[in-house]
């Protein structure tokens, strides 16, 4: 039995009386656990499902990236939830709080969808919705990609990955095992996959405002310089209640909210 396949039981007894109906999936390898989770959604499936994969061949990160997984050396889940808040904004920003809160208290975040471990890529989030609703409020699947290195990964295999054109430079990796040594993919899986269900379920009744305190406790970026993908430069001042970054140019207060910009410290 692989270590992943030892810890679903228990994942699936501590979600599931929050979550009726919930069920855990555990894959030896595919694609993309977000891909195939979205295709299921767009097949009209609606169940709570968490999917994990031994090993992803197609992994995808936001703004195009490849995600470098390995059998054994990295957690990748994608957990599927009917939702309806009534406003979306800051949804990634709160599985961030939640991930990083349950794995070590040296774990930060970078806005908006990055795990950083003493400066470094320690894991990457995905969100993506798929639904047939018509209004802003209507009930749609949520799809939750989480990627998080157990193992610290080679710098010059994470480099090679492919990204976006105009993406800034990748970040050098981290691994959980640094601070957590000896910890499975498995017992990390445990750690984060109660907490989160509950966490996205407060979202949804409550939206991101109860979380950007917990935001600004791990907040990377705060009161320290910023460059945009767009080439603007200037000094990070935390986020809104909606989870927008905000920038101090000399232009002024810049509220980013686009997935298409990429942030990194100058």
């Known amino acids: ?118 400066e470094r890529k320690l894991g990457g989030i995905l969100v993506e919705t798929a639904g047939t609703g018509d209004s802003a409020t209507a009930r749609r699947t949520v799809v939750v990609g989480v990627g998080i290195n157990i193992a610290r990964p080679e710098s010059a295999a994470v480099g090679a990955l492919a990204g976006a054109p105009n993406a800034l430079p990748p970040v050098a990796p981290a691994g959980l095992a640094e601070v957590l040594v000896g910890v499975t993919v498995g017992e990390a899986l445990e750690r984060v996959a109660p907490a989160l269900v509950r966490d996205v379920q407060r979202f949804e009744r409550e939206g991101f405002a109860p979380f950007a305190a917990r935001f600004a406790r791990r907040d990377a970026l705060s009161g320290r310089a910023v460059r945009l993908s767009d080439g603007v430069e200037g000094m990070a001042e935390g986020v809104s209640r909606q989870g927008a970054l905000q920038v101090l140019t000399p232009q002024g207060l810049r509220e980013v909210t686009s997935a298409e910009v990429s942030v990194r410290p100058c």
């Open 1 to 118: 039995m692989s270590d992943l396949l030892a810890h679903v039981e228990s994942v699936w007894q501590a979600v599931v009386p929050d979550l009726p109906g919930f069920t855990v999936e555990v894959l030896p390898s595919i694609d993309s656990t977000n891909t195939e989770l979205m295709r299921r959604a767009r097949a009209g499936a609606m169940d709570p499902v968490l999917l994990a994969a031994e090993q992803q061949t197609a992994g995808r990160g936001r703004l195009g990236k490849a995600w470098h997984s390995r059998a054994g050396q990295s957690l990748t889940f994608s957990l599927a939830l009917p939702l309806a808040p009534a406003d979306w904004s800051g949804l990634s920003l709160t599985v961030g709080v939640s991930l990083a809160e349950s794995l070590h208290p040296d774990v930060r975040l970078k806005w908006p969808n990055d795990l950083w471990l003493h």
